[in-house]
């Protein structure tokens, strides 16, 4: 299982690019603990396509506001999401529809899961 996380429309590209940069390791905030083993990936959403994928490294716990995005907006987060830095590119685009937020994946956190996932989405 994986988790695939949609990031605000309105978003700066540059922002979700940082995904894709040469840090060795980047923090992706999240407003709740993940209730389930989340495996492997974490899957970028952006403007309704799957843009890219991270490797989980760790869950760490937070408690309060973390700023976020490209304006550093804060969020009340409740943990993080620690993830290898480059992330992988989506191999093709990968559509998805239909919620904003966090959705758990089932699989083994292949792109081929996460494209059955999407297209059985209404």
């Known amino acids: 299982m994986s988790i695939l996380r949609t990031i605000q429309a309105g978003e700066e590209r540059w922002w979700i690019d940082g995904f894709a940069g040469e840090h060795a390791e980047c923090e992706f905030p999240l407003p709740v603990v993940p209730q389930q083993d989340v495996g492997k990936w974490l899957y970028i959403v952006y403007q309704g396509v799957v843009e890219i994928r991270c490797q989980i490294l760790r869950i760490e716990e937070r408690d309060g506001p973390v700023l976020v995005g490209s304006d550093e907006h804060p969020i009340n987060a409740r943990c993080a999401v620690i ?9 093709r685009p990968i559509r998805v529809r239909g919620f904003t937020g ?3 994946v089932p699989g083994n956190g ?4 996460v494209e059955v996932w999407a297209n059985a989405q209404p």
């Open 83 to 91: 993830v290898q830095c480059p992330g992988e590119p989506a191999p």
């Open 102 to 104: 966090i959705r758990y």
């Open 110 to 113: 292949d792109w081929e899961d």
